[in-house]
């Protein structure tokens, strides 16, 4: 059996508040696919939805092609793993992954066979009969995988699992799940507010904002080829400058904006006279003047040295500033702090897109 | 149990004892409250951390004293001697008054003797009104706990994990307010209820439910009522408490490892509430056993509790060494179980005071 999700216009209030908006998308087999957003704009909910501990008001949600309405966590095919992991504590780390299984009334020799296999499988031979308090964070995650993995799940849910953890086991965790995914081949539903962890981890992403889903795509996509405000200013940093269309022809529009005219790709075929805003990466800037009309000058702020790279920050023309990314290798002066500098673009790196609420951050 | 009242009897052995004893008596709190104070001194060099303040330096001379002896006091002579002078008393014999440090008055395990024979000289038959009261009150009291248990732990899980703000608060409140109004009244409450021409007879006889009313006070279900009912707190807020510092996460993983209710409540949420279900079974427990209202404003005429027993050894036969060893019994008895119990469920007693 095929284990693909769906949502099919899918709705969840609670009272007045929606909490998800018409969430339609297909989850396919096997596939690592996570839900990228700011709190509270829904992906948890969505993540409840699926696992079952809600059910939505409207619309349909279907995991191998079978509804799932009427049908509690308990006795769907899907295993959550939660923000807080939700280990028992009382347990020792055997009998935490032997849970499920227990339940089921699974003989007690296969209990033990599986936990043994589950148990060098997340890299924990020998960890079974200590107790949880025992255990360092990415144990104790992994715990939280083997326990969830052990019910044989068409589906894992992950919400936000790797929150708690420092940077350098964050990133040590990305690369694990990714390969204990593709050693499982499940389906991997997963929650972040993370760009990095979505980008570095998924084979396509869902982008939600406040109840909606954005934009759904494999990561390179949702990065360069994002199709709303938000999607652009939420995944990596990006430079946006607002204003109306003055021009638009061959798949290309010129923006009036506060720091001159600049020109852009334009996907979504914005027209004369529209709202939008006009987005180039950090990245994509160069310092100094260039041929052609994308040229604009600002007063630097700041110059920040990174190592490998710098970071300039200009006075924008609203409250956020400008920043350009200079790699180590480009052999540009830096400006000083004060000087008022010139700055340009390639034609294909500006992206003119309809004016919309972008990511605050 | 914890009858704190001097022997109306003073005794009186040979002259010199006799001031020994008392002067015994009246040291060991001084020695006691001195112990209490070298422990406090040595408070500090316990202490890990050496810039610690001590108890002393903590709370200033003054008030160290007074809680020094504040706490001396309360626990040496409002608890310990009392109960060594009934333990005393229950090894001597039943006396006039002047006779007590006469030469009639010796040790004796007498009063033990009539509890177990029926008589403080025989061994021929066995006490069997007292005996069997005694069971009954230790397997009843064990009864009224499992049911104050099972009938607390829902509704206790219920506020702790699933009721909103305003419906725990009032919760709590139709729980605490009827414990406003004092024991004996609420015991006449429940006789009023429960008696055969009573509130619930009558409307069970009245609408064709029953041909004939139910004597439940005579059955002692009134009695179980009234004893489940006086101690309900005792047993809710310990599993409240328990319950409540659940992480709710827990039970909504165990149901997505696909566990039915009963195996959550069974294997994540009791476990877990452990110390709370100890404390709260233990409470009710003693005090059922130890209680005196309830059995006696809502027994039944052919039951027999412990306690009254004990209270008329005290006050209808004058027989206060008998008293005080049945009261004895009573306590060790319930102490021995306790510990018992708590010893099978793998429960320590520094885990129930939590």
Redesign the interface.
Known sequence: MSADVELDHVWIRFGPFVAVRDATLRIENGEFFSFLGPSGCGKTTILRTI???LEPSQGTVRIGGQDMRGI????RP???I???L?????MTVAENIA??LR??GVPRAEQRRKVDELLGLTALRDQGTKRIAELSGGQKQRVAIA??LA?EPKVLLLDEPLSALDLKLRQHMRNELRAIQQRVGITFIYITHDQGEALTMSDRIAVMNAGMIEQVGDGQTVFDEPTTAFVASFVGENNPFQGKVVAAHDGRVTVDTPVGRLGGRNPRGLKLGDDAILFVRPDALRLGPGAGGDTLSAVVLNVAFEGTMSHVFLKGPTRKDIIITVGRGESQRLPEQGETASIHYGAAAGLALPAGRLASD | MGQRRASPCPRAGSPVIESLVKGLLFAVPFVIVAVFWILAARERRAAADPSAKSFLERNGGVMAAFLIVAVGFWAIVMIVLPQLYMVDFSFHPKLPAKDYGGPEDHYTLASYRYFIYGSTEETDSYNIVHLRAFVLTIGASIGVTFFSFWFCYPLAYFMAQSAGPARLRMLMLLLILPFWVNEILRAFAMRIMLGTSGLINNLLVGLGVLAEPIDFLGLDIGMYTGLAYAYLLLMMFPLYNAIESLDRNQIEAARDLGAPWWHIHLNVVMPFAKPGIASGCTMVFMLSAGALAAPQILGGPNSLWFTPIVYDRFYQAFNWPQGSAYALILLLTCIVFVMAVMRVFKVNLGEITR
């Not at chain 1, 939700?86 to 009382?90: D, E, G, H, R, S």
């Open positions: 696992s079952g501990f509690g966590a308990n006795r899907t295993a959550l939660f923000q807080n939700a280990l028992f504590p009382l849970y499920g339940v089921r326990r969830a019910v």
